[in-house]
């Protein structure tokens, strides 16, 4: 119940495209999911992060989408450039602030 | 401010030596999180703090692991004796009063 489902495992997309990663979750006493981006060789960075009282947030090209009754939640890059290039995790807590985290996803986007 | 701060950034040393691992948390942040990275196992945490307290230890996977926050701003990540099986990269994180958590650079460790 405390897991994260992340998909795909990999995911590579043509420059110009959008690409999605999907996470989904059991314990609904969740209450943040963030969005996390890391570059080889470097820490992981939170990218964006929504709570279930919103449906969607935007932040320029990222967008999560948050689907309460079916417990899942997107990250839609619109527009991928070969910068976003990098592996995505999402994650999910409660009140106590411990990150569940999904497996993480290997974005490639080819120029 | 600087960010998380981790030392050194890699390690080599060899199965059975002591490592440590040393990190400065963000001023003012008041939790501060240890994690470890794997291929195999992804990002595991392995211990958090809050306002220098050990809060959950759970994720140490042995009594090999040991880890300290002496003051606010220092906390180590103590592997005694090393095994190969140790080697990853050691993420500390830390956040002010809330989830969002800002990650170091991260210690690769290697044992051989």
């Known amino acids: 119940q405390q897991q994260v489902k992340q998909s795909p495992q990999s995911l590579i997309v043509q420059k110009g495209g959008i690409s999605i990663i999907n996470c989904a979750y059991e314990?609904?006493?969740?209450?943040?999911f963030p969005w996390y981006q890391q570059f080889p060789g470097k820490g992981p960075a939170l990218l964006i992060a929504?709570?279930?009282d919103v449906s969607e947030k935007k932040e320029g090209r990222f967008t999560i989408s948050f689907n309460k009754s079916a417990k899942q939640f997107s990250l839609h890059i619109m527009d991928s450039q070969p910068g976003d290039s990098a592996t995505y995790f999402c994650?999910?807590?409660?009140?106590?602030?411990?990150?569940?985290w999904g497996a993480g996803t290997k974005l490639i986007i080819k120029p | 401010d600087a960010g998380v701060i981790q030392s050194p950034r890699h390690e080599v040393t060899e199965m059975g030596q002591e490592v440590t691992l040393r990190c400065k948390p963000i001023?003012?942040?008041?939790?501060l999180f240890w994690y470890r990275q794997t291929m195999m196992r992804g990002l595991e945490l392995l211990i958090y703090?809050?306002?220098?307290?050990?809060?959950?230890d759970s994720g140490m996977p042995e009594d090999r692991f040991s880890a300290k926050m002496p003051n606010a701003s220092f906390s180590t990540l103590k592997i005694q004796p090393s095994e190969p099986r140790d080697s990853a990269v050691y993420f500390c994180?830390?956040?002010?009063?809330?989830?969002?958590?800002?990650f170091g650079q991260g210690t690769r460790l290697t044992v051989v």
């Open positions: 001023s003012g942040h008041d939790y």
């Open positions: 314990n609904t006493a969740f209450d943040y």
């Open positions: 994180a830390s956040s002010n009063r809330g989830p969002e958590a800002f």
């Open positions: 994650a999910a807590t409660d009140s106590n602030y411990q990150l569940i």
């Open positions: 929504i709570r279930p």
């Open positions: 703090f809050n306002n220098n307290v050990p809060i959950d």
